[in-house]
């Protein structure tokens, strides 16, 4: 029952194309997450994956996305993500957040949540971070 959602493979693709860095940062240990987008085959998409076992406390403490940063530093760091606390993820490590609709959250529980962007489809967050 684990597929990826229409144009998730798509976004990624484009992403890697334009030398974007991917990384994963979960509260599921790193053999779930790897499981699943291996199933999904787009596990060859991303360049760090942080599971829970990483992480000095779960998210929203914001020390998976700090990790992802020593390791790749940027100045420019979305945090995308189907769950508000995602969202908080982002919002406590000072990076931009994206929230999508495809899963549970809504719209307006993203926005009322403090989300930079809120998008229904994943070409949508293409057009976010190119700008």
């Not at 997450?33 to 085959?41: A, D, E, N, T, W």
Request: with cysteine.
């Amino acid at each position: 029952y684990i597929k990826a959602y229409d144009g998730i493979k798509e976004l990624l693709e484009s992403l890697k194309k334009k030398d974007y860095t991917l990384a994963i940062v979960s509260n599921k240990v790193t053999p779930a997450v790897l499981k699943g987008i291996k199933l999904c085959q787009i596990n060859d998409y991303f360049d760090l994956i942080i599971g829970a076992e990483q992480l000095k406390e779960a998210k929203p403490n914001p020390d998976g996305i700090y990790q992802v940063l020593k390791k790749y530093p940027s100045d420019e760091v979305f945090m995308i993500g189907d769950t508000i606390i995602d969202i908080e993820t982002g919002k406590n490590a000072n990076v931009k957040t994206i929230g999508v609709t495809w899963c549970k959250t809504s719209k307006e529980e993203f926005i009322k949540n403090g989300a930079n962007f809120v998008v229904d489809k994943p070409q949508e967050i293409l057009k976010i971070v190119s700008e």
